[in-house]
């Protein structure tokens, strides 16, 4: 068992080396292919109407006149150990983990990322809970109750959530909850956990809930169609044989291994959502990663994008990861004979 | 049929631990309602062993799930009266039924690779059974009693093994673990539904043994459901033969076997594959019969031409097949980087093919039968050693020099259930060989395709329909139209009945039998079932291990086996008189410690 959690850190981290290549490259080398020259990828680095001399500076501090793998090795010693942008006339120091400077207002991005991550930790977190609890356990009740009254309201309401999309759904929502109705707080009111758990849930409760409708419809669909594939298998009819309580047959022989293939999933989804839940945060103005990316994308700011780009990537290697190391747990056939 | 057996019965006979009477069960279908279950009624004293014997479809195993109550909550509608133990099964409330299953009756299901729960050690998994009916045992008592019965069916170190995963087991050890999940409370009554139907011959013969044993130690009564009469024959005192729901014979084992009354249950007897049948006798009675058939102008002869005489050509011209010295070796992952260890599933293989000829493989799984059969059709690449395929050295050829030859090498799976393609008619799938050779004519190809449907048994008209129109065997006849639409020079038979029930496995059998009469086939025929092996093969080569332990001409192997693998195999094929069966039984234990070990642990 100790050889797959050690073969699945070293696919980890190897992943992450592809990763932040096919990052680097679509970056850096694409454009290059598509025919942007030194400078015009430089000004793309500065902003909007940058001036000659800005960009003929990030120019020489991204070292864009080098060949493509000079630039890269550089990129990574970045990330390992800090660099330094040299424009030959001054020095901007950028300490390690290097994710990039914005040029635009003079920034490491690296420490704006870790500023930003506990909103959007926060709001991935409590609507993790809410989809996972609320779309499994009614998964599981629509496959236990197949073909009622119940299985076909759960599953319509389930299509709904699958097919709304969130600037409609929270938008809606805000205007009636919060702004007609007043019980919930309006959009962009986020108060750190640690300095008030209780303003922290009451800030986060529609955002949480607007997002756990699209991911417990999905999830509610996927643990029916589980349920439901598990529940005619040949070790059920083994465990009622046995005598067991239909509550055991169901949560423990059933459940268990209907959610396997769930977890895989859930890791991958939360994995993603780390790197910003761009649409629920731009909705409810959450000052999170996604929300961060969008205006950096509409100020034109590519260092931050790339940033984002690569601390997304960097959180579904791991999710990754961590579900693999789950998974040893969960599925015991995956433990590799030795 | 409550004490049918001669044995001299007690003075006050005891009231039966099981009692059926006009069970009767119906499913709704789309059709409306289908009757699984007509009327059906038995009785079963304490300690006695009842066999119920019939074809997929005729409601043994619908009526084996009432017996537990397992039809509730399903849509099933259950009439009739079922006590078991006491347990008034179809008017009891859930709590008492669930109280009574696994407590007083168990069953063992059919399957052992999907009966276990993957992802629970079978520790956990009996220890459930038994903690769910004495509450007041502890952890470690349950524990030690899961230990007890695990060592009772013959698991090899049980205290270590507890912890093991089902998936770490081969199919028979499996099989064991879940008897012994079912005798972990000591039920009166076992009711095993097509234990050793997913297993090999060998493997079949040692839980039948164990079963047997289990009775006479424990003094539970056993109820044995199974479509082969052959399995019921030794291991049961009653029987009840069953169709279409309805039982049509029942009485004393004996009697019913040697006297059969019903002609549904003569057909039963006559489908048993039987080792004492050679092949040249068996040829005979095919021709006989066929020669009958055609005179009286009925039977499926209709294109046969006159049956040419045995024995066949002489042997001294180039085979068809030559394989020499065929090795293949497989990776088997190791540590952590790539210490990997390597096995042979076929370890230095000679043997030949000669036009005309069939040739048996028999092993069991992991003989490596399947593997060499395979590289023949070069579907597998040989790691060492020679393939030549009529004149061709086909070893390493590549996969388009391969083209041309591949119309004369043709394969017939094992399961017909999954060897057909759902979504295409069986016009497409017989066709496509056809198709795929650049015949473009596709009037031409509708019209040889229904020919060959109707050569195997089939309506020309079944040509649009789709495979899951068929039963089993009707699916293995479109995949032996499929093989054969190309007039291959090669037909390779892998497994080809093994899914099939003993009845129809007969007539795919026979069919088989009377193709290669009629257009001088040459057949490698790949099973673990040597008596299935003998009615079809001239030639026999018994494979254990990745090698050849015995090759010979099939008579010779059958009639003076020399070696005691081939021994144990024959003595592992079911047989029909119970008298004989239990000589079988000492004689295969003596087998099993003269070969040793790893015929027992497989």
Redesign the interface.
Known sequence: MI?YI??RLVAGVGLLLVVSMVVFAIFFLVPRVAGADADTLAARYVGKSPSPEAVAAVKERLNLDDPIAVQYAEFVKGLVMGTDYDSGTDVIHCSAPCFGYSFNNNLEVWPQLVDRLPVTASLAAGAAVIWLGAGVSIGVLSALRRGTLIDRAAMVTALAGVSLPIFFTGLVSLALLSYQWQIFPPGGSYTPLLDNPLEWAYGLILPWLTLAFLYAAMYARMTRAGMLDTMG???I?????????ER?VVT??GL??AL?PIITIFGLDLGLMLGGAVLTESTFSLPGLGKFAVDAIRANDLPVVLGVTMFTALFVVVANLLVDLLYVW????VR??? | MTNASPAPTPPVTPPPVVSVRDLRITFPTLEGPLTAVDGLSFELSPGGALGIVGESGSGKSAASLAL?G?HRATNATVTGDITVAGVDVSRADDATV??????DI??V?Q?PM????????IGNQIV??YR??RRSASAAQARQRAIDVLDRVGIPHPATRINA?P?EFSGGMKQRV?IA?GLVCEPKVLLADEPTTALDVTVQAQILDLLEDLRTDTGMALILVSHDLGVVAGSTEDIIVMREGCEVESGDVRQVLKSPEHPYTRDLLDAVPRLDLSRQERLARLRTERSRARESGTGSAHVTPAPHPSPRGPVDAEPLVRVENLRRRFR?????FGRASHFYAVDGVSLQVHRGESLGIVGESGSGKSTLSRMITRLLPPTDGRIIFDGHDITHSSERALRPLRRDMQIIFQNPYSSLNPRRTVGDIVGAGLRVQGNRDSRAVKRQVKELLERVGLEPDHYDRFPHAFSGGQRQRIAIARALILNPKLVICDEPVSALDVSTQEQVLRLLAELQDDLDLTLIFVAHDLAVVRQVSDRVVVMRQGRVVESGDGDAVYDTPEHPYTRQLLAAVPVLDPEEAHERRVERQRLREAVGDEGVAS
Not at chain 1, 237 to 245: H, N, Q, S
Not at chain 2, 98 to 103: E, I, Q, T
Not at chain 2, 332 to 336: A, D, K, P, S, T
């Open positions: 050889t050690l073969r298998e040949d070790y009819r083994t465990a009622r044989a046995k005598g067991l309580p055991t423990k022989h268990r291994a396997t969960v599925d015991p056939r590799a004979p030795s | 537990m397992l669930r109280a009574m299953r696994g407590n168990a069953m299901f399957d999907s009966a276990l729960h993957p992802q629970y050690t459930e059974a769910t009916h995963y998936h879940l999940m088997v992952r190791g540590g952590l």
